[in-house]
Nanobody
Framework: VQLQASGGGLVQAGDSLRLSCAAS????????MGWFRQAPGKEREFVAG????????YYADSVKGRFTISRDNAKNTVYLEMNSLKPEDTAVYSC?????????????????WGQGTQVTVSS
């Protein structure tokens, strides 16, 4: 299984970015896909999750209303659309897959991880 994250960059506060996570190596219909982030000196935190089969979504309170997670079955890709970015959103963002039918915010439940992509938001 491979998860390839991309789309990070340096933006200003209020700007938008879209992260992509291309998944390969298996069928993900029984998986939950999640985005996590880790800022320097802080613990990794859950950002958003989506069930692959039913597209049920769940967000951390800190990003609710600003970020949108979605998936494209044909491209086997999960997206994280990030709007109204704030400096506190600066972090390395990673995508992950959990063999689970319900979204979990516990990183330990995720079986596969992609490499991170850096998002930096300047004030």
């Amino acid at each position: 299984v491979q998860l390839q994250a991309s789309g990070g960059g340096l933006v200003q506060a209020g700007d938008s970015l879209r992260l992509s996570c291309a998944a390969s190596g298996r069928t993900f219909s029984n998986y939950v896909m999640g985005w996590f982030r880790q800022a320097p000196g802080k613990e990794r935190e859950f950002v958003a999750g989506i069930t692959w089969s039913t597209s049920i979504t769940y967000y951390a309170d800190s990003v609710k209303g600003r970020f949108t997670i979605s998936r494209d079955n044909a491209k086997n890709t999960v997206y994280l659309e990030m709007n109204s970015l704030k400096p506190e959103d600066t972090a390395v963002y990673s995508c992950a897959a959990a063999y689970n039918l319900q979204i979990t915010t516990d990183a330990r439940r995720y079986n596969y991880w992609g490499q991170g992509t850096q998002v930096t938001v300047s004030s």
